[in-house]
């Protein structure tokens, strides 16, 4: 069975940085493009940035171009999230997700297939 497990949030400053991992387990995910989701309170579950099948196609949401860097470790079939100059508003439980679809459109949520559980982030003024 496909477990995605998050990791890596916490409570920071505005302008600090974290970031998140997240482990896969149950098959390997080194051809599939994986991203990053996240949901703020009364909010829909918004995208971040997501890794493309292919290497070096990233895609992030306008709100955190230059601030947030998506990478994958295929050995460890792991995807990261590096979140650098953050601010109240990235406060959000953070979700990483795999899609089988190497076609699929990255930047909506039903495009994805499977799904962690979150990890919190709160950033500070």
């Known amino acids: 069975q496909v477990q995605l497990v998050e990791s890596g949030g916490g409570l920071v400053q505005a302008g600090g940085s974290l970031r998140l991992s997240c482990a896969a387990s149950?098959?390997?995910?080194?051809?599939?493009?994986m991203g990053w989701f996240r949901q703020a309170p009364g909010k829909e579950r918004e995208f971040v940035a997501a890794c493309g099948w292919s290497s070096g196609s990233t895609y992030y949401a306008d709100s955190v171009k230059g601030r947030f860097t998506i990478s994958k470790d295929n050995a460890k079939n792991t995807v990261y999230l590096q979140m650098n100059s953050l601010k109240p508003e990235d406060t959000a439980v953070y979700y990483c997700a795999v899609s089988l679809d190497v076609g699929t459109i990255v930047r909506v949520s039903t495009g994805w297939d499977y799904w962690g559980q979150g990890t919190q982030v709160t950033v500070s003024a």
């Open positions: 149950g098959r390997t995910f080194s051809n599939s493009p």
